[in-house]
């Protein structure tokens, strides 16, 4: 039994209409390789599902899950905005034309390089993190700017302490709690060139329950109607939890989303408030089963205490979520998918580091080398958080749609490498 999009066929991994094999043989390992048919169905059902007759609501992908030309135009073409916190992702998705009105700007310390190109750019939405950044946007303004503000309503998902968001000490945002926050929002509104539209919060990554975004949502609620507040706008955040393995159980997406949405509906109207738009940035759960990366065995090793190491052609440096909040994936051996699993593995790479672990456990066949492991769910959160440790190339990211392969982004090369190094 393994995830239930998985497909095995023959004894071989499917991705699309290829086996896992073909694809690293024509492409190279490791490799990240995208289901871009998948991406494009969780993208239509958050659409689709995220509606409700008397409250106007839109769904803006975040971008940081997985980002590139081709992933801006694939969110264009299915109708999601785009949530960007860095000029970087500004960028890419400026480079990939995407219609900056349906660009939403974050992050928690914006340079004012980044505001300006923001502005300039004319982008929809800039959500504030705190005072500082209003008094560096202010003089850039030549225009009004729509603006939301980010609070922290002080809700504890459970999740990793690294990816919760909302707790009240938490860097991101300003606590609903805190007096200071409504002497900000009273300035936001009388400041001539600021739209104040209203509020951001995102309470984490990686929930499981729904009452944690009820949760939310009331207590945002709450503190507008408690203090009258002239807000249009009231944008959730994202954290929708997937299935990493077989262990985790996710919320059904398509009817928690309506119930989020009708819950809203109801404390609004218990409350006394008008209707608002509502506004959700899923990242992870566009992107995460999407993905899988592709990795060639090189090596095994049994230790005098009969641990089994597989190595691949990968590392940390692919793969960082293991060493950085112990995560848990699972891995298929994609050329023998139908053996039996029985001998439990360390699956780990080749950078020079004890914490290399991509899965601290995988049950898998008895691995040999030249064989193709899969690591499965790799699309949020892999690509964007790799980097160049032991001064490894980044791999490629290629896209499958049934039969159809793209590259969407090349192998890095050594060249690549060496290009910013400067003063020899
Ligand atoms: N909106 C805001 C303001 C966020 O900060 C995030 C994620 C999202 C939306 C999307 O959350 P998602 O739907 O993907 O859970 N690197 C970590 C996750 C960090 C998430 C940061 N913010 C990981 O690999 O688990």
């Given amino acids: 039994m393994t995830l239930n999009y998985v497909n095995i066929c023959n004894g071989q991994l499917m991705i699309g209409q290829f086996t896992a094999q073909q694809l690293a043989q024509r492409f190279g390992t490791p490799l990240y390789v995208m289901d871009e048919k998948y991406i494009r169905q969780q993208a239509q059902m958050f659409k689709h599902s995220f509606t409700h007759p008397q409250l106007a609501s839109e769904v803006i992908y975040a971008s940081k899950a997985f980002l590139t030309l081709a992933m801006c135009k694939l969110i264009q073409e ?38 300006k190109m923001a502005v300039e750019g004319g982008v929809s939405t800039i959500v504030l993190d705190n005072e500082d950044e209003l008094e560096h946007l202010l003089p850039l303004l030549t225009h009004s700017q729509k603006v939301l503000l980010r609070v922290n309503p002080g809700i504890e998902a ?30 936001l509104i009388s400041e001539p060139m600021i739209d104040f539209a209203g509020l951001h919060a995102h309470i984490g990554s990686q929930i499981f329950e729904a009452e944690s ?39 059904s997406l398509p009817e928690f989303l309506h119930s989020l ?36 065995v090189g090596s095994t090793k ?43 593995y360390t699956v780990t790479g080749k950078a020079c580091e004890s914490g290399d672990i991509i899965i601290k456990e995988a049950l898998l066949p008895e691995c040999k080398k030249g064989d193709i492991l899969a ?50």
């Fill in 78 to 115: 299915e109708g999601l905005s785009l949530d960007v916190v860095s000029g970087g992702e500004l960028y890419t998705a400026q480079q990939a034309g995407f219609d900056m009105n349906r660009v939403y700007f974050h992050g928690n310390n914006k340079s004012l390089v980044e505001l």
């Fill in 158 to 187: 459970h999740t990793h302490e690294y990816i919760a968001t909302t707790k009240n000490d938490s860097k991101f945002g300003l606590s609903t709690a805190d007096p200071a926050t409504l002497s900000l929002i009273d300035r």
């Fill in 213 to 251: 975004f009820f949760m939310e949502a009331d207590a945002l609620i709450q503190f507008i109607a408690d203090h009258k507040l002239p807000v249009k706008e009231l944008n959730l955040g994202g954290g929708f939890g997937v299935a990493y393995t077989l262990d985790d159980n996710p919320l």
């Fill in 261 to 296: 949405l009708e819950h809203i509906f109801k404390t609004l109207t218990s409350v006394g408030l008008d209707t608002m738009k509502i506004m959700i940035e899923p990242g992870r759960s566009i992107v995460a089963n999407a993905g899988t990366t592709l990795y060639t």
């Fill in 302 to 344: 049994t230790t005098i205490n009969h641990k089994n190491y597989v190595f691949v052609d990968g590392s940390m440096a692919d793969h960082i979520r293991t060493a950085l909040y112990g995560a848990q994936y699972t891995a298929i051996l994609a050329n023998r998918a139908d053996e039996i699993c029985d001998i439990p």
């Fill in 375 to 424: 690591v499965c769910s790799t699309g949020a959160y892999h690509y964007t958080m790799s980097s160049n440790y032991n001064r490894l190339p980044r791999p490629a990211v290629i896209f499958i749609s049934e039969d159809q392969v793209r590259m969407v982004v090349r192998r890095e090369t050594y060249e690549d490498l060496i290009r910013n190094d400067v003063g020899v």
